[in-house]
């Protein structure tokens, strides 16, 4: 069975410090993966996705994220956190059937 | 461009009631979504059409029903609601039913079935 998973429900982290989000997949075929940002009371945003090509995908806001097929894994990362990067973070994939397939969230907490 | 409008922001419905979620694009996509999020569930896919005119089954189907008249609106209906489908309502749009294309949301619909 595909899935996606986000195996923290909370990461706290100093501002200042570099973050971590994690994300692992299991998806048929070339996977392609997103992460999404949810602001308080808000829709998700868009934040970068690979499809293919450089392992290192740059997106919004300072964020990267990198691809690493041996671990299967989609790690979200910025080297400087912001008090207003604290939101809920969204890990989706897409497989073969190109059915769209999100992880639960991780909540991220930056403390000032 | 406001992307992706939703109506209403909230409403408590009793059980048993009939509802319509709006959802409006003017971003000209092909493909629109609804998606419900619960908490510790993430988002789950209700339906989806690629095409005016074409709609899809997703995960959590049961108790829904949508149409797709034209390109800009895909409305979500409940036709008789009930408490577990209290939860947050989002539409999402693509350009295209490809793997590779980015979905955008809309601000969300709050529900509440009493």
């Known amino acids: 069975a595909q899935s996606v998973a986000q195996p923290e429900d909370q990461v706290n982290v100093a501002e200042g410090n570099p973050l971590t989000v994690k994300c692992t997949y299991s998806?048929?075929?070339?996977?392609?993966l997103f992460w999404y940002v949810q602001y308080p009371n808000r829709g998700l945003q868009f934040l970068l996705k690979y499809i293919t090509g450089d392992n290192l995908v740059k997106g919004s806001y300072g964020f990267e994220a990198e691809f690493n097929k041996s671990q299967t894994s989609f790690h979200l990362k910025k080297p400087s956190a912001l008090v207003s990067d604290s939101a809920l973070y969204f890990c989706a994939g897409r497989g073969r059937d190109d059915k769209i397939i999100f992880g639960k969230g991780t909540r991220l907490h930056i403390l000032p | 461009i406001a992307g992706i409008t939703q109506a209403p922001t909230s409403q408590i419905l009793a059980a048993g009631r009939r509802m319509t979620l709006r959802c409006t694009q003017d971003m000209r996509h092909n493909a629109m979504y609804w998606y419900r999020q619960d908490l510790g569930l993430g988002l789950r896919l209700i339906h989806y059409s690629n095409t005016a005119g074409t709609t899809g089954k997703g995960e959590v189907p049961d108790g829904y029903s949508v149409s797709r008249a034209n390109t800009d609106d895909f409305p979500l209906t409940l036709a008789s609601a009930v408490p577990s489908q209290t939860s947050v309502y989002f539409c999402?749009?693509?350009?295209?039913?490809?793997?590779?294309?980015?979905?955008?949301f809309g601000p969300g619909t709050r529900l509440t079935v009493l």
């Open positions: 999402a749009s693509s350009e295209g039913l490809a793997a590779t294309d980015t979905q955008y």
């Open positions: 998806v048929s075929g070339n996977p392609y």
